[in-house]
């Protein structure tokens, strides 16, 4: 079984997706802090330059992410009046995806009194619905309940594979300056390190700008271009 493990992200890069997509299991990993200027509760879009979208937080930076709460919701209308009014124009605009976003949010805000791994978790469902999956998700909350795992660092996240069942992981291209493979040496589970394509696509501005949130791909791409990217090679290496 393919495990990828990551923080919960807000409107992440498409690179995000394709793990999410790819994942026999994704495990959201809600049981550390919060990196510091991280994007676990931001990410950037073009609006009209290249602009952060933050998602405000009320809690502590040292609570963990499964303890961390929203300050308000007056932040999910104004991202997503922003994204219309910068995005409008766009070949592959869907202001339906938008107000599907918009609402599942709020209602997650509300139901969970501002849970922030609830309501990321809620978007980034809405985000893989628009491309047709549904990802296989779990809370690394819930896995460590079957056993004992370490509290930090790369055995940690050995742990929660070998408590999930792995006999794949799938780190990120920098897993190897962060300890993985010493961690994980004496398991039986197999090692692999994703690296996606870069791909490039006439934005507003005249100069392409990478690494933005996944929206901007979406409207400058389109849904079946986005799948394609999605679901097609997942390009990963020992």
Known sequence: MRIIISQPRYLPVMSYLQRLYHADL??????????????????????PDSKWLTVPISSSSRALICNTKIQDSQWITDHISVVKRYYADAKYYDSSLLDMLEKRILETFLESDGDYTRVIRSQLEVLCSYLGFTPQLA?????????????????????????AGATEYVSGGNGKAYGIEEAFQDSNIAVR????????????????????????????????????????DFSVAN
């Open 26 to 47: 994704f495990v959201l990993l809600d049981s550390v802090q919060r990196q510091g200027r991280g994007w676990e509760n931001r990410n950037k879009l073009l609006v």
């Open 193 to 232: 390190y994703h690296h996606p394509e870069l791909i490039e696509y006439t934005q507003q501005n005249s100069e392409f700008v990478p690494f933005m949130a996944c929206l901007d791909t979406f409207f400058h791409l389109g849904p079946d271009r986005c799948v394609e990217i999605v679901t097609g």
């Open 139 to 163: 809370l690394a909350t819930d896995i460590e309940k079957r056993g004992e795992c370490a509290d930090y660092g790369p055995e940690k996240i050995r742990d929660l594979c070998v408590l």
